[in-house]
């Protein structure tokens, strides 16, 4: 199964090899790193080079939206593909971050339902107190409002950007590339900043959302310099399911290892040298269109669900730590 007109992949002396991680330089503020891991609510330092093969980007939603892009041969909403060079990220441009966060928030059925209990309440308790009942019309003009913006976004808006997707994607060329081992993200000063992926040390960090929830994100900090970038972000009861995105990206960005298994990226394995010859070998053991022919009401009421188990019942804790090895002084630094 080809990829169109996508080049075999090439991969550069930098690229990253888990067995083959050079020596690098230590910590020189030690003190310094660890305040400021401190100071970002990071809870915990994930381990590098050891695995555990368990892949995240294979949801049901994914799977079928594979199967309907080989079928329509439309691009998705989120720009760039990702593809067996690579993983881009950072496509949603800056100043239409925020309108989305708000845009979700008003187009959430939760949302939606807590700011109208919020609006009545308030008016039925405003007009008690005054005694009338204008005040309590006057609160269901703003539910009205909150009504019709809460259409507005979950349809016309989502519609438009569906049909529209440049208007709010940009690719500067961000992302994770395998062949050449580097990383590469916008930074909060609308710059952008580029190092080796081995450079980089995971952290999972905790956040308060404004809908009250804690999420937990997957972070990826640059040792060096403080600069760092997101992969991942879940609710709290979905904190497990980091682990397998640090484990997918890793084994995405090592050489020495096959491509993650996941529907995007099948259709680029036969031009990834170490997945062809990983797959030639029938080390593999699915047909070469596993995932464009998977059953897909099997792999949500099963497959899946038994997978997902496999995810949240692995010994994440028993998995070495190999960058301690590189990094001289990176155990006692990052004591997070």
Known sequence: MQA????MATYVSGAYRRDAIPEQAP???????AKSLEAGDFIERLP?????HLDIHVRPQYAKAYQERLKSGKKKLEGAGWTHLQKPKDLIKSRWQLLLMFAGSFADYSMLK?????????GILTSIVDGTIWAFVGFLEIGGVILMLHLFFRYPFTWYLERHPGLIVKDLGCGFFRTTGMVK???WREETFEAPFIEFDPYISFHVNPKGPVSYKLLLRHRYTGWQT????????????????WDELQRYMDVSQPLPDVPTLEKFRPLDPTTAEHDAAGKRGRPADYWAT???AWWEEEGYPAHLKKIREFPWSTLEDRMEKSVPNLAQGAMV
């Open 4 to 7: 169109g007109n996508e080049p």
């Open 27 to 33: 910590l020189k503020d030690i003190s310094g790193f």
């Open 48 to 52: 590098w080079g050891d695995y555990a």
């Open 114 to 122: 807590f700011l109208l209990f919020c609006v009545f309440a308030s």
């Open 185 to 187: 993200f916008r930074t």
């Open 230 to 245: 997101t992969v991942a972000q879940v609710a709290d009861i979905h904190k497990v399911e980091l682990y397998a995105h």
């Open 294 to 296: 998977l059953d897909l």
